[in-house]
């Protein structure tokens, strides 16, 4: 079975110690050791990071050995300024728009979210996905860690 490439937003490291999303956030980190996804993040990652607490800073500096760091180049920012161009977000939550343009340009499988304002939101996610197909880009899967975990026993 082919390991999936599975782009982790802030909101998933900070999910650990979330009690409203630790079930499936940790069972996702679970599958993750066990090999079954992949997981990528960005600097954007590491910077909102840092603004968080302690326990969740640890939290991803024992993850990091595992993840793909992926690169914030010149075509995910231009990726991310059609994003707002488009009016999927405005420039406000531009950090959020690259999440979605980082994982697109690198080519991950599906991105992992619990932002459902901007980025984990069915209008959002078509939208995102438009512009991807404009600009050369595959669609991505855009889902909550409930969506993709293993519920099998």
């Known amino acids: 079975m082919k390991q999936l490439r599975v782009y982790l937003d802030t909101s998933v490291i900070g999910g650990v110690f979330d009690e409203e ?11 993750i050791k ?15 990071i840092e603004k ?5 800073k640890d939290f991803l500096s024992e993850l ?32 959020d728009a690259l999440h979605v343009a980082v994982a697109s340009v690198s080519k991950c499988d599906i ?3 619990w932002n459902f304002k901007h980025i984990v939101h069915y209008d959002k996610i078509a939208l995102y996905n438009a512009v991807n ?6 669609d991505i899967f855009i889902n909550s860690p409930a969506e993709v975990i293993d519920y099998e026993e």
């Open 21 to 31: 999303f630790t079930v499936w956030t940790n069972k996702l980190f679970t599958e």
């Open 34 to 48: 066990e090999g079954k996804f992949k997981p990528c993040i960005s600097a954007i990652v590491n910077s909102e």
């Open 52 to 56: 968080a607490p302690d326990e969740v």
């Open 64 to 95: 990091l050995p595992e993840c793909e760091i992926l690169e914030v180049n010149n075509d995910c920012l231009s990726l991310r300024d059609e994003y707002l161009k488009n009016n999927i977000l405005s420039r406000k939550y531009m950090d």
């Open 111 to 113: 991105i992992v979210s």
């Open 133 to 138: 197909r404009v600009n050369g880009y595959k």
